[in-house]
């Protein structure tokens, strides 16, 4: 089946440290993935998608590699601040239509300064 | 523009009673989603809703109704409300169906089932 595995957490930092959130995948088919966070209280936001291999998603000094070789597509920021501190899904779509995301657990990142 | 809209925020149901979550979107999106979030079980697709006038089971529709009642608006119904089904519950909405479409979510829907 099609699934997602993310490290789990809490991830407790200092500001300033540098972040990695595992992430690995089982598909079926051909899937575009995605890294999305949730703040406190609040819905989901997408945080930066790839669609095929060796794309690199990108945003708010977040990035992720998509690696059809290994089946990851871990989640990394050079220096983490306070307002990092949220839970951050990963997550699949199969290209095919009528399919939904499938998400992973989630991995809750605690930044403290 | 509000984006994803839920109502209500907050809910408290006793066993047994029944309640229909609303979900509208302003953004003229064909296809809305459904999901619950569970504590470790991260997010699992209820129904959704391709395009107006379908609707499709997701991973976990037992329990659970729906109705598309125009392009904007998605509820998702509880005829029999179950200790079980205390959750968030997450409405969600992308341009279309196909893969690679975002996912714009609202801010969820707390219930407690007593």
């Known amino acids: 089946g099609n699934s997602v595995t993310q490290m789990e957490g809490p991830v407790t930092l200092s500001e300033e440290a540098f972040l990695t959130i595992n992430c690995t995948y089982t598909?079926?088919?051909?899937?575009?993935l995605f890294w999305y966070v949730q703040y406190p209280g609040e819905g989901l936001q997408l945080l930066l998608k790839a669609t095929k291999a060796d794309d690199k998603g990108s945003n708010k000094g977040f990035e992720a590699t998509y690696r059809k070789e290994t089946t990851s597509f871990h989640l990394e920021k050079g220096s983490v601040q306070v307002s990092d501190s949220a839970v951050y899904f990963c997550?699949?779509?199969?290209?095919?239509?009528?399919?939904?995301?499938?998400f992973g657990k989630g991995t809750t990142l605690s930044v403290s300064s | 523009n509000a984006g994803v809209t839920q109502t209500p925020k907050f809910q408290v149901l006793k066993t047994g009673q029944s309640m229909t979550l609303q979900c509208a979107q302003d953004m003229n999106h064909n296809s809305m989603y459904w999901y619950r979030q569970d504590p470790g079980m991260g997010l699992r697709l209820i129904y959704y809703?391709?395009?107006?006038?379908?609707?499709d089971k997701g991973e976990v529709p037992n329990g659970y109704n729906v109705s598309r009642l125009n392009k904007r608006e998605f509820s998702l119904r509880l005829e029999s409300a179950a200790p079980s089904q205390t959750s968030v519950y997450f409405c969600?909405?992308?341009?279309?169906?196909?893969?690679?479409?975002?996912?714009?979510f609202g801010p969820g829907t707390r219930l407690l089932v007593l």
């Open positions: 969600a909405s992308s341009a279309s169906g196909v893969f690679v479409e975002t996912q714009y």
């Open positions: 997550a699949l779509i199969l290209n095919q239509a009528g399919t939904a995301l499938i």
């Open positions: 598909a079926t088919g051909y899937p575009s």
């Open positions: 809703s391709a395009s107006e006038g379908t609707t």
